[in-house]
């Protein structure tokens, strides 16, 4: 899985089994493999290059993440039965029928030299749905002690579930804005949320932030993507007058005020926002529900792992998108799969 994030690529070995009760699975060993500041830039100016380069990138994107999954596998002695990708989002507007992630799979597969699964979201937006997000079928399965899911990475993102049915939606941009606010001030980000705790909340910022249209009615199948933020977000970061560093208290706020706001029942948060002990804290201050972080490998890997899971649904031909959640005209078995023989 390479995220939103751009820290890295998380590789996660996954050990799932089907029982009468439902699923069972764990996470045997799982790394992250730190992208380069090279690499991270290229990924950055990805969604700016030509066509001609943007394929060869895709290539050589996808031959880097086979060789990564080839060292872990080897490293760590383990026996994969086919290995999942994701991909690294580059451009994402399912409204106008269209997403992508490279980190090409036939080049994933050359080097990893196992069956590969991928491609996991296309097929979603070709039936009129969003795309994304594709972590609830994970929650449903997976985490069936939770009345919801919330997981704060890039964006955050909730799972709702109610009588054996569950729904799904992006709530709000989180560490892709307080990050590039960060990097403004020579961070990568606000570790612990201590910039944010101390400093000032600016009530017409946060004003400006709470009235975005989007917040006003959420659903399922709602989902954001960089380019929302770039065209919502960061003009009215860029026209506030008060300091990076008080624009990164408020949309702490923000974040947490639009997070509380959509927890509907007992709560599991994962990804790296979870590590935001001040966002963290605000969030529980504007709910009453009980709200656990996963234990550390399932908050830092979940996503991974439940795109493994993805790729065993796929390869047992049973959905792994769900309507309910995206939008879709219909759930389907979404997956592109290369076999390795």
């Given at each position: 899985m390479s995220g939103t994030s751009l820290d890295g690529l998380d590789m996660a070995y996954c050990e799932f089994e089907k029982q009468q009760e439902g699923w069972k699975f764990s996470?045997?060993?799982?790394?992250?493999?730190t992208y380069s500041d090279k690499l991270r830039r290229q990924i950055i100016s990805a969604e700016t290059m030509s066509g001609r380069e943007l394929a060869l990138?895709?290539?050589?994107?996808?031959?880097?993440?086979?060789?990564?999954a080839r060292d872990f596998i080897d490293r760590n002695g383990l026996s994969p039965d086919f290995v999942c990708s994701h991909g690294q989002t580059i451009f994402h507007q399912p409204n106008k029928g269209y997403t992508?992630?490279?980190?090409?799979?036939?080049?994933?597969?050359?080097?990893?030299?196992?069956?590969?699964?991928?491609?996991?979201?296309?097929?979603?937006v070709a039936l009129g749905g969003q795309g994304a997000p594709l972590v609830p079928i994970g929650?449903?399965?997976?985490?069936?002690?939770?009345?919801?899911?919330?997981?704060?990475?890039?964006?955050?993102?909730?799972?709702?579930?109610?009588?054996?049915?569950?729904?799904?939606?992006?709530?709000?941009?989180?560490?892709?804005?307080?990050?590039?606010?960060?990097?403004?001030?020579?961070?990568?980000?606000?570790?612990?949320?201590?910039?944010?705790?101390?400093?000032?909340?600016?009530?017409?910022?946060?004003?400006?932030?709470?009235?975005?249209?989007?917040?006003?009615?959420?659903?399922?199948?709602?989902?954001?993507?960089?380019?929302?933020?770039?065209?919502?977000?960061?003009?009215?970061?860029?026209?506030?007058?008060?300091?990076?560093?008080?624009q990164i208290a408020t949309y702490t706020l923000h974040?947490?005020?639009?997070?509380?706001?959509?927890?509907?029942?007992?709560?599991?948060?994962?990804?790296?926002?979870a590590y935001n002990d001040y966002l963290m804290k605000l969030i529980r201050q504007n709910t009453t529900f009980a709200i656990e972080i996963a234990e550390r490998t399932i908050t830092d890997f979940k996503e991974a792992m439940i795109f493994a899971f993805l790729g065993v649904l796929r390869v047992r031909n049973e959905a792994n998108c769900l309507q309910s959640v995206t939008g879709a005209s219909r759930s389907c078995c979404s997956g592109t799969i290369l076999q390795w023989i």
């Amino acid at each position: 899985m390479s995220g939103t994030s751009l820290d890295g690529l998380d590789m996660a070995y996954c050990e799932f089994e089907k029982q009468q009760e439902g699923w069972k699975f764990s996470i045997v060993k799982a790394e992250t493999a730190t992208y380069s500041d090279k690499l991270r830039r290229q990924i950055i100016s990805a969604e700016t290059m030509s066509g001609r380069e943007l394929a060869l990138f895709d290539v050589q994107l996808g031959a880097l993440f086979g060789q990564l999954a080839r060292d872990f596998i080897d490293r760590n002695g383990l026996s994969p039965d086919f290995v999942c990708s994701h991909g690294q989002t580059i451009f994402h507007q399912p409204n106008k029928g269209y997403t992508l992630q490279i980190g090409n799979l036939a080049a994933l597969c050359s080097k990893v030299r196992l069956t590969t699964i991928g491609d996991f979201r296309t097929m979603d937006v070709a039936l009129g749905g969003q795309g994304a997000p594709l972590v609830p079928i994970g929650d449903l399965l997976l985490f069936k002690d939770y009345e919801d899911c919330l997981n704060i990475g890039g964006f955050s993102n909730i799972s709702h579930k109610q009588n054996g049915n569950i729904t799904s939606y992006d709530i709000c941009p989180v560490n892709i804005v307080l990050n590039y606010l960060c990097q403004k001030i020579g961070l990568t980000f606000d570790d612990g949320g201590k910039i944010a705790q101390s400093n000032r909340v600016d009530e017409l910022l946060l004003s400006q932030l709470d009235s975005l249209p989007y917040y006003q009615d959420l659903t399922s199948g709602n989902s954001l993507g960089k380019e929302w933020v770039e065209e919502n977000i960061f003009p009215i970061l860029e026209n506030s007058s008060i300091s990076v560093k008080e624009q990164i208290a408020t949309y702490t706020l923000h974040a947490a005020k639009q997070i509380s706001r959509n927890i509907k029942g007992r709560t599991l948060a994962t990804g790296g926002g979870a590590y935001n002990d001040y966002l963290m804290k605000l969030i529980r201050q504007n709910t009453t529900f009980a709200i656990e972080i996963a234990e550390r490998t399932i908050t830092d890997f979940k996503e991974a792992m439940i795109f493994a899971f993805l790729g065993v649904l796929r390869v047992r031909n049973e959905a792994n998108c769900l309507q309910s959640v995206t939008g879709a005209s219909r759930s389907c078995c979404s997956g592109t799969i290369l076999q390795w023989i």
